[in-house]
């Protein structure tokens, strides 16, 4: 007879001091652990809750400013730095970290309309509403030393937006027409105009850095080639851009804010159609930015609140707003992707999260794998009815949630009279035109 | 090992070249080899043979290597080149899913999700089916010596063969004052619980002998069931149903649930199933301590019940012979099938939810497919068998009267003899297999025996699943973890892994609103515009060619793929009468009848 009976020796599976971590012997077979769908759902679900709980991305407001706060910029070089161009011509710098004022200049007469700071961080550049572009040192002025430019450049009209080049001393200034300026001279080196009046943005583009586009009050976007005398080429569309931003990763692509409520996002090489159509403002969208990764932007609108959107997806994943703040102007995605810079009408900056639920700080590592764990769950069953409505459901201010139910109910109303005009006509004559065709007027090269 | 590696670099030609140094390693057998060669003729070419033989060998293998030999620099080369081979059963052991078919002319970013997740999956089971080698433990066994059956050898053989402590797992407890007793064994297989017909019950950490609680309820006992750990079991007495902890204090009575007479807990889904002698099955969330579902099965009373470990079905044995499967969210039967010609005397499904086992009045034990609700084996048992119990590695134990009978492979091969057999003092009238251990319970009429049953349980434990060995600890932290993540009753169904499937009827539905809503199929492909190339490229005809070329692409994938499988079939079909030709080409005794 040849017998073994199953014997395990406790000091194999115990752990042999108080100091030591627990042995956890694994056995994977599939039959150990059954309900494996069910489980994983189960745990997905916990964690879209526990997302929602954990959704607090309102971090601080810096409030200092005496006007509404018009313009913002992002230091290049450095992540706590942050200038801020209010409506009274103030400029403040910024320490996000400290969450305080460092500087405060008086540096316009009327609006800051733009502001950016040199590829290098060395100096920043201020355009305001009386007519003036000045150049400001990174430094505050020593004690006794008055606040002055370094450089200041008197204009024949009223500069409204204003852009650096990514590697040279150049920069880009709108208004009445997009001038090109060297730095060391005090005329524009290039002087756009196509038959408009008026621009309100310009930026160049992060790749090909001899690109620029500017949104013209004319309803256009257009884009420019620097070394070239001439524009490129123009998409008009159906109501007018107030600020455009370039892709920092695909830079064939940017997004524009429109005055009709929706984002758009355009390939530069085909303007006959955008590539999509970013829906959910329930009223002017005045301005746009990408983040680092280029897969996200945030917008900020009219309707006092922010948005995040996918930068292929024609929904938001994310609204901000809070009881307070007004009709947000200006907006900036921070340079290592996490948080976001919100400056509204009511005189403050707020300081938000880029993603709601993150936990800031060190996590240790098994905190991290717990979260990556977690993060893929979420994205496995994301489409499940119940996992959806809790993962996309968000509180909105009453207003905005019966606009967003009144245009619904109007663009349906559209929908349907649309369908029922091609329902008893000709068949062919009242063609089916798509959301992304139905905004562009024309093209114009 | 080194002796290879060796080899390989200097591919010893035996006469041409210098022999390499001679190493502590190697052995001396080869200059003894050389010597023969020399002194004598007649063995010389029965040598040469396998020398040649090895000499080929090392040559492919030079071969082979050659490649890598110049990345390394100390010449040396990987023996074992390549990531190590896994054995294809062992895979399939793992796999989840097929390979995902991929539909021709897709999207790119959806070809790449796709061949990304494939890639993980695959890189999954690899992991697991790699791990499998390293697991600690082997099952057991018992195996007789030539002419002797191992149904002979007795318990007192086998405890004198194995180690004092697997010998001190076969023991009695004789207690004949309140038996019969029925039993039930904690997950992790550390615990005991014991219920005597007239009131007594029992814990027993029946490895180390530790008695836990012990108390009389003075009431009958139908039942007994420990609940997700330890620390609490509950009890079906004369008339209502009791929870007690592991110090026998009564902790609730649920006067929702009466007259119970058997019980199941669904440990993942903190639910305790029980069927009553009003033939009510009623499901109790232990964790909330609500009554989730309540169904009258119109059938009688209900004392056989098991659960099916994969799907949480409940599987109940009615009188009338048939055997209905039930979840909480149907109000009927989800199956009914007719197993046997008299009522149903016992039923078990073993782990993986392949097989189910009945016995019945008509004295005979079937194993049924319930994937494909199909009878696989029937057997005649001389007494039919009243208790049944599965083990982990399937083995099933019958009980007839006071003999206890172990069979191997029931549902796979037709067994004649049982694998192991005992006789107890009296009826059996509970029985269960302890998971983790190669141990059976039987509680009987003059108290309970633990039996040694070889190879019947899992060697290999999960740690984070059911430990036999954690701490307090790590109880509690398994606790939390299992209630965060408590499968909700609603989803119990036939197959767990519903969930994971497409739900294509909901996904046509939405499509079909979209398109009303839309006035025309956003999905719908569009018609082939053929691009404007120039340089003359576009002149009319060429336009036109382009344009067959895509014409009609689905249709013809279609057709494609139709006319494979009718190749496939044809094939077939030759090979079939290739092969009853050649059956039929052997002349049988009654061909000389034929015309």
């Known amino acids: 007879m040849k017998v073994k009976v199953l014997s395990r020796n406790p000091d194999d599976y115990v752990r042999e001091t108080k100091l030591d971590i627990q042995r956890v012997p694994r056995n994977y077979d599939p039959s150990l652990h059954p309900f494996e769908v069910s489980r994983e759902y189960t745990r997905a679900l916990n964690a879209t809750k526990l997302e929602r709980v954990f959704a607090k991305p309102f971090l601080a407001s810096l409030d200092g400013h005496r006007d509404g706060v018009n313009c913002m910029a992002k230091h290049t070089t450095n992540l706590s730095t942050l200038f801020s161009g209010s409506c009274d011509g103030e400029v403040k710098v910024w320490n996000l970290t400290k969450h305080e004022c460092v500087r405060t200049l008086q540096a316009h007469e009327g609006f800051v309309r733009g502001m950016v700071v040199r590829h290098c961080g060395t100096s920043f550049f201020t355009v305001g509403d009386d007519k003036t572009i000045k150049q400001w040192k990174m430094e505050a002025p020593a004690y006794g030393e008055e606040e002055e430019p370094l450089n200041t450049i008197l204009g024949k009209t009223v500069f409204t937006g204003l852009d650096h080049h990514r590697k040279e001393g150049v920069f880009a200034t709108c208004g009445q027409q997009v001038d090109v300026w060297d730095e060391q001279r005090s005329s524009p080196i290039r002087s756009f105009t196509w038959g408009v009046d008026s621009f309100s943005a310009v930026r160049f583009n992060p790749v090909e850095t001899e690109l620029l586009a500017s949104c013209a009050s004319d309803r256009s976007i257009v884009l420019y080639d620097m070394r070239e005398p001439a524009p490129l080429k123009k998409v008009i569309m159906t109501m007018r851009s107030n600020t455009v931003c370039w892709n920092p990763m695909e830079a064939y692509y940017f997004t524009c804010s429109n005055e009709d409520y929706n984002l758009y996002t355009y390939d530069m090489r085909y303007l006959d159609r955008p590539i999509t159509v970013h829906m959910d403002h329930v009223s002017a969208v005045l301005d746009v930015d990408y983040s680092p990764t280029g897969k996200e932007f945030v917008s900020a609108s009219f309707d006092k609140t922010i948005r995040i959107f996918p930068k292929d997806g024609g929904h938001s994943r994310e609204v901000y707003h809070t009881k307070r703040m007004q009709h947000v102007i200006c907006i900036k995605w921070s340079a290592d992707n996490k948080y976001i810079l919100s400056g509204s009408d009511e005189m403050n900056i707020r300081l938000w999260k880029a993603n709601a639920a993150e936990k800031l700080g060190v996590l240790a590592p098994r905190e991290r794998q717990a979260t990556n764990y977690n993060q893929k769950l979420k994205e496995k069953y994301q489409h499940h009815p119940q996992i959806r409505r809790i993962a996309h459901h968000r509180h909105l201010p009453r207003n905005i949630y019966h606009q967003t139910k009144e245009q619904r109910v109007m663009k349906e109303a559209r929908r349907r009279k649309e369908r029922n005009v091609r329902k008893h006509s000709k068949p062919g004559t009242v063609p089916v035109v798509s959301e992304k065709e139905k905004h562009v007027v024309t093209v114009v090269k | ?595």
């Open chain 2, 1 to 595: 090992m080194a002796s290879t590696g060796e080899a390989v670099v200097n591919p010893a030609h035996v006469g041409n070249k210098k022999k390499p140094p001679a190493r502590y390693w190697d052995e001396p057998k080869e200059e003894g080899k050389d010597d023969n060669k020399v002194g004598k003729d007649g063995k010389q070419t029965g040598e040469t043979l396998p020398q040649k033989h090895v000499e080929k060998t090392k040559k492919r293998k030079k071969d082979e290597v050659q490649g890598d030999e110049k990345n390394v620099i100390s010449g040396k080369s990987d023996p074992f080149p390549g990531s190590a081979h896994i054995p294809k059963d062992r895979m399939q052991k793992f796999k989840r899913r097929d390979k995902i078919k991929k539909p021709p002319r897709q999207h790119y970013k959806l070809k790449e999700m796709m061949a990304r997740s494939d890639e993980a999956s695959e890189m999954a089971e690899k992991q697991a089916a790699r791990l499998d080698l390293l697991l600690p433990e082997d099952a057991g066994f018992l195996e007789g010596d030539e002419d002797e059956d191992t149904c002979t050898i007795s318990q007192e053989d086998i405890s004198d063969a194995v180690d004092i402590t697997s010998a001190s797992k076969y023991f009695n407890l004789k207690l004949s004052q309140f038996g019969p007793y029925r039993l039930d064994y904690s997950r992790t297989g550390r615990h005991l619980l014991l219920g005597g017909r007239r009131g007594h019950i029992a814990c027993i950490d029946w490895q180390s002998k530790q008695l836990k609680c012990e108390i009389n309820v003075m009431e009958s006992i139908n039942d007994v069931k420990w609940l997700h750990s330890e620390a609490m079991y509950a009890v079906a007495q004369k008339k209502w149903l009791y929870i007690y902890d592991s110090n026998g204090i009564e902790l609730h009575c649920i006067r929702k649930f009466n007259d119970v007479l058997r019980m199941q807990f669904l440990p993942y889904h903190f639910l305790l199933a029980t069927v009553s002698a009003t033939s009510f099955l009623q499901y109790l969330d232990v964790s909330v301590g609500k009554e989730v579902a309540a169904i009258c099965t119109k059938t009688g009373r209900l004392d056989v019940m098991c659960q099916n470990p994969q799907n949480a079905i409940i599987h109940l044995g009615h009188s009338n012979g048939t055997v209905s499967l039930w979840s909480p969210n149907q109000k009927d039967a989800l199956v009914k099938m007719l197993c046997h010609q008299g009522a149903v005397r016992s039923v078990a499904v073993d782990k993986t939810g392949t097989y189910m086992v009945t016995s019945g009045m008509d004295k005979k034990l079937k194993v049924y497919d319930i994937r494909a609700f199909k009878p696989l084996k029937s057997y005649f048992l001389p007494a039919g068998a009243s208790c049944l119990s599965l083990s982990q590695r399937g083995l099933l134990s019958a009980a007839t009267g006071d003999i206890v009978q172990v069979y191997r492979d029931v549902c796979s091969t037709p067994v004649t003899k049982p694998y192991m057999a005992h006789r107890v003092q009296r009826t059996v009238w509970g029985m269960h297999f302890c998971p983790f251990e190669d141990v059976l319970g039987v509680g009987h009429g003059e108290g309970f025996t633990s039996m040694l049953i070889p190879g019947a349980g899992e060697p290999n434990f999960d740690g984070l699943d059911a430990n036999p060995y954690r701490s307090a600890k790590q109880r509690q932290e398994w606790e939390v973890k299992a209630l965060l993540e408590k499968v909700q009753p609603e989803l119990i169904s036939l197959d767990p892994s519903e969930l994971g499937h497409l739900d294509q009827a909901t996904f046509q539905q939405r499509h079909q609103d979209r398109v009303q809503a839309l006035g025309f199929d956003p999905l719908a492909t569009q018609k082939f515009v053929p691009r404007y190339k120039k340089k003359g490229r576009s002149s009319a005809g060429s336009i036109e060619r382009r344009k067959r070329q895509v014409a009609n692409e689905d249709l013809r994938e279609e057709i494609q793929q139709s006319a494979e499988d009718k190749m496939k079939i044809e094939k077939e079909r030759k090979e079939r009468e290739k092969k009853d030709t050649l059956l039929s080409s052997k002349r049988s005794a009654l061909d000389r009848f034929k015309k």
